[in-house]
């Protein structure tokens, strides 16, 4: 079966970090975004379409430069459609039934089971739905008697018909596509779920866990879903020794600890961090941290600089941003 990936957002809720690197490939603990979906692929998915407007070179490269195990097409959406619409612009190249995933998620659902789910249930659509405590940020699910019978995007708090939210995993009828206008923006959550209800939709429940990525609190959620899953490591090339590290913590190759880092910290190649404290945090590649320095519920970009005494939460700091000394930054978002 072909899976469709959508990976054609333009990253706003992650700025400054995807001014410079398409969302998809944002590294996440060990891996780009995206690579995550990959990874977790059985044999049974034959061919994985990649639909992308928001640089497309830079995801095209990615795939050409590395090897999944699956084919992999990356096509470009030289204008964006909408979830549905990059959907409908691939037809040509889909053959039959097929899954379609939102990239920046992470999750344990199977692939194999999700489609098995499908067949059974004989519908036109089978999605995949997950509980979450507040459900109003989300697209959310009525289901009666085994069916799906009402979609609401983003319901004001209290006003949800249950707490199961569209986990962004799907199996498609083909079908589906003749009921998605061409040429034009639709969304699949506004537009297109509620016109598949009489045909049939099915939610699909897993275990395991999910988080989407697509924000600062959701990013850090799904790097401390991953810590725990057992991503966790530090490289035998990263110098600890003088430091004091919380786990689940993971420390790439070349970075020098000194300070107290954890828990759920990562930290990218050739990081620096000092007598500094660190929690609930990614650094991305070569990022120092000065002495008395603290980092928390925070991402900092490649080649930042923090300065000596400087305070940083729940704030995104771009690429090569310097931090002066004994500054605070809180719920900000720094570019360079």
């Known amino acids: 079966m072909q899976l469709v990936i959508i990976a054609g957002g333009l990253g706003t809720r992650l700025r400054p970090l995807t001014l410079h690197r398409p969302k998809a490939l944002v590294p996440l603990v060990d891996r780009p975004q995206i690579a995550h979906i990959l990874d977790a692929l059985p044999p049974s998915c034959d061919e994985v379409i990649v639909a992308v407007n928001y ?18 097409r990356v096509v470009e959406e030289p204008v964006p459609l909408g979830t549905a619409g990059a959907i409908k612009s ?25 489609v098995a789910a499908h067949e ?49 995993r799907y199996v498609f009828e083909p079908r589906v596509l003749d009921l998605i206008e061409a040429g034009h923006a639709v969304s699949l959550e506004r ?16 275990e395991g866990f999910w988080s989407d990525a697509g924000t600062l609190p959701n990013y850090l959620n799904a790097q401390r879903l991953l810590l725990d899953a057992g991503h966790a490591k530090i490289s ?25 880092v954890g828990p759920h910290v990562v930290l990218g190649k050739a990081c620096r961090i000092g007598r500094a404290s660190l929690r609930n945090a990614t ?5 120092s941290v000065d002495d008395k320095a603290e980092v928390t519920a925070s991402i900092i970009g490649a080649g930042a600089a923090i300065g000596e005494g400087a305070h940083v939460r729940d704030s995104i700091l771009g690429d090569t941003v310097q931090v002066s000394p004994h500054a605070t930054i809180v719920d900000e978002r720094v570019t360079a």
């Open 55 to 72: 640089m497309f070179e830079q995801v095209r490269d990615f795939f050409r430069e590395r090897q999944f195990g699956v084919a992999v």
């Open 90 to 114: 691939l037809q040509r190249w889909l053959n039959g039934p097929f899954a379609v995933y939102n990239g920046d998620v992470v999750d344990t659902i199977e692939f194999d089971r999700l």
């Open 120 to 168: 059974k249930a004989q519908g036109i659509a089978t999605i995949a739905v997950w509980p979450v405590d507040d459900p109003s940020a989300y697209g959310v699910v009525a289901v009666e008697k085994g069916r799906i019978t009402r979609f609401v995007e983003k319901p004001a708090k209290g006003e949800a018909p249950s707490n199961l939210v569209n986990a962004g």
């Open 191 to 206: 537009e297109v779920f509620p016109r598949l209800i009489e045909h049939g939709v099915f939610p699909y429940r897993y």
């Open 236 to 260: 035998p090339d990263a110098d600890v020794t003088a430091g004091s590290l919380r786990p689940p913590v993971y420390v790439a190759a070349g970075a020098y600890v000194e300070g107290r």
């Open 283 to 287: 650094l991305l590649e070569g990022v």
